[in-house]
């Protein structure tokens, strides 16, 4: 199982970025995928997830509003639209799969089962 995340890069404040994650090694689309970042000191924390069909999705309060979270299960893809960034977004982000469909917020709290090697996301002011 692979997981491939890209998009992260230097921004300003105000503006925005993608993530997108490929997913690879074994059929996705009865699992739970979210994103999640750790910020330098700090632990790794939730930012959004996704139930199996992306019919479903959660998100922390620090993002709601300005993130959103989508999956495309034909390509194997998980996206995390990013708008209005804030400094305090800045921090490495992570996809990752929970072999879960992912209908309950405590489903990705509980520990993931695979994860991405992680995009870093800078927003400068």
């Known amino acids: 199982v692979q997981l491939q995340a890209s998009g992260g890069g230097l921004v300003q404040a105000g503006d925005y970025l993608r993530l997108s994650c490929a997913a690879s090694?074994?059929?996705?689309?009865?699992?739970?995928m979210g994103w999640f970042r750790q910020a330098s000191g700090k632990e790794r924390e939730f930012v959004a997830g996704a139930s199996w069909s992306g019919g479903t999705v959660f998100y922390a309060d620090s993002v709601k509003g300005r993130f959103t979270i989508s999956r495309d299960n034909g390509k194997s893809m998980v996206y995390l639209q990013m708008n209005n960034l804030k400094l305090e977004d800045t921090a490495v982000y992570y996809c990752a799969v929970k072999d879960n469909l992912g209908l309950y917020y405590e489903a990705f709290l509980n520990g993931m089962d695979y994860w991405g090697q992680g995009t870093q996301v800078t927003v400068s002011s």
């Open positions: 090694g074994r059929n996705f689309n009865r699992d739970a």
